[in-house]
């Protein structure tokens, strides 16, 4: 093949939005030489982009190894510079050695970012991180399941600094990627620039943390540039899929991490995944009845991205097709995407069952009005844990308490997520009532 990223191009820009491939193709390079080609890329979130999303498309146009994965060989653009003249420019500048161009994805924003019940409370940490770097919570520490927006949060808060806050200097980046910078950069004995530079920013933006687990010369690195930078006040911002605590790293590394704000992504309740639908489907002109939406919403509960994915097929089908999103469309669509519903035993009345024998108050109290603090305080740890155990609808769990509004409910575990940051004794308790409700 002469070309193969040409020919990959040609077939996919017809087949994405303009926005799409402005932000993830046109970016990229191809260098032809000799013995191997190479697919270059601005940065890491850019490879990754490809391979999560076009890969079916990839193995079409580049070979494939045993596992379906296309083999092609990628470099990040500014090691590539420097790796190319060495000679030339022995002592490349500090700028152009770090400075990524931030490909920060145009769609993910706060604006678009779709608040409900499960995020709100991190999506403000954010936007105050965002519009005060150093001075409010510090680091902040996003954690919670794949797909969930935690890097949408991430770049979101990129944007809002780059575009209000333009003295401010900024670096985004995964750990993978770090971890790559730090291996560049002690092949080529230049750590001590690479150290300068990171104490240089005002704000670090870190995605996906875990991955520094079991890489211990890193981690090391990592943890002495982040208490250099906090100690002056930079701002950190840090995601990963566990809280600090459960992730495998040292413990002053997780020290570090638990001095700002930890706070957890959760799954969107189903009236924020019916929103987030919503809005999707605006955005691709597809036009989504509100029966859909739920029954959509319904069955697919707990990913966001994989929420996307179904938008953006059933848009497909439907475009092509000429047809609405109707019912049966949806089924003859989706339904391999569709989860098995949640058949689970836990329901509202068994979460008042336990948490009533671990806090030794009666059933009907919970459900009752009392407002006394013996019982007002457990029923409002049974309205967390049917929060946080149930993929329901909130109103529907705030009714399954005699009737109460969404807005108790809502009050309740906010309340609660707060008092089980600080209060170890009292997480160990709901610890207990959650085990006995799944057992
Ligand atoms: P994570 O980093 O937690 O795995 P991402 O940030 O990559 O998840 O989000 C997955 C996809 O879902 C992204 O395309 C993101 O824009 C979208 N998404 C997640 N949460 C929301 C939300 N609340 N509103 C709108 N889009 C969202
Ligand atoms: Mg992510």
Redesign the pocket.
Known sequence: MENQWQQFVEFIKPRCSKAEFQNWIAPVQYIKSNNQDTVVVPNIFVKEYLLDNYKDILIVFFPSDKKGNPVINFSIKQNKIIKKAPSAEKKPKKKAEFQQDIVFNI??TFD????GPS?QFIKSAAQGVASRPGKSYNPLFIH?G????????LHGIGHHIVQNLKNKRIHCITTEAFINDLVYHLRNKSVDRMKKYYRTLDVLLVDDIQFLQNRLNFEEEFCNMFESLINQNKQIVI?SDKPPGQLKLSERMIARMEWGLVAQ?GT?DLETRVA?LQ?KAESMKLTLSNDIAFYIAEHIYNN??QL?GAINRLSAYCRLMHLKPTQDVVDSTLSEMFQSPICSKISVDRIIYSVASMFNVRENDLRGTSRAKEIAFPRQIAMYLAKELLGDSLMKIASAFGGKTHSTLLHAWKKISLRLESDEILKRKVQITKQSIEG
């Not at 797909?147 to 949408?152: A, P, V």
Request: proline fraction near 4%; aromatic fraction near 12%.
């Open positions: 769609s993910y678009n970012f779709i608040e995020n919670g794949v797909g969930l927006g935690k890097t949408h949060l995601t992504m969107p987030i809005y966001v991205r996307e």
